[in-house]
């Protein structure tokens, strides 16, 4: 995706680990979504950043899974005691976010990290 | 809530044919934005079109045609004259100021276009 860097690119790990998983928005944007896609679906919504903070973190599925923002650019998803189900794609992206006129945003996708837990 | 509906899993469609996918969506707001985006067999998500909900007007692409129609929630994509690059998984969209932007997808169609 235009102006979006996901580090890595494919991450396997055993059951229990922790797991790191970075997103680089290349471009100035003040919002940054975190998306999952499991096999056979459509990504789901895990959470959103504006700015530094966390507006909205409704999606992630328990408390193993957390993320920062600690700058308002780079984002990093930390999962805990990983587990098989938490397999899938992870992607990112950013975004103009609430309040700003979307004319001439729009909401690309970075390439996403492949997570398998075996 | 906020919801997206692909009813078709899976269309198989010869070359040169035209075929479309259907999505309908629910939303309360009255400002909200709709997407369509593409996913090869490589992965990454290809956004192709955002509509906004003020805005009825179809849209043509080369190929590609959007029929968008508030009165029955629908946003559905055409491929005239499929091609075999076209075989890959849709996904229909949909985000607004009340969710905070964060977008809803469809469960995705599987498009085979076939030589």
């Known amino acids: 995706g235009a102006g979006v860097s996901q580090t890595p690119s494919n991450k396997v790990t055993e059951k229990g680990k922790y797991v790191e998983l970075r997103c680089d928005p290349i471009?100035?944007?003040?919002?940054l979504y975190w998306y999952r896609q499991s096999l056979g679906q459509g990504p789901e919504f895990l959470i959103y950043?504006?700015?530094?903070?966390?507006?909205?973190d409704s999606g992630l599925p328990n408390d193993r899974f957390f993320a920062v923002r600690p700058e308002g650019s780079v984002s990093t998803l930390k999962i805990q005691r990983t587990e098989r189900g938490d397999s899938a794609v992870y992607l990112c992206?950013?975004?103009?976010?609430?309040?700003?006129?979307?004319?001439?945003?729009?909401?690309?996708f970075g390439p996403g990290t492949r997570l398998t837990v075996l | 809530a906020q919801k997206v509906t692909q009813a078709q899993t899976e269309i198989s469609v010869v070359e040169k044919e035209d075929v479309t996918l259907d999505c309908v969506y629910e939303?309360?707001?009255?400002?909200?934005?709709l997407f369509w985006y593409k996913q090869p067999p490589s992965g990454e998500l290809v956004f192709l079109i955002r509509?906004?909900?003020?805005?009825?007007q179809n849209e043509i692409s080369g190929r590609y045609s959007w029929n968008f129609q508030k009165s029955t929630s629908s946003f559905n994509f055409t491929i005239t004259a499929s091609q075999v690059v076209d075989s890959a998984v849709y996904f229909c969209?949909?985000?607004?100021?009340?969710?905070?932007?964060?977008?809803?997808f469809g469960a995705g169609t599987r498009l085979f276009v076939k030589a």
């Open positions: 509509r906004n909900s003020f805005d009825e």
């Open positions: 471009s100035g944007h003040t919002a």
């Open positions: 992206a950013p975004g103009a976010g609430v309040g700003l006129r979307w004319v001439a945003d729009t909401q690309y």
């Open positions: 969209a949909l985000s607004s100021n009340t969710g905070g932007f964060k977008t809803i």
């Open positions: 939303t309360r707001d009255t400002t909200y934005y």
């Open positions: 950043f504006q700015g530094t903070g966390a507006a909205d």
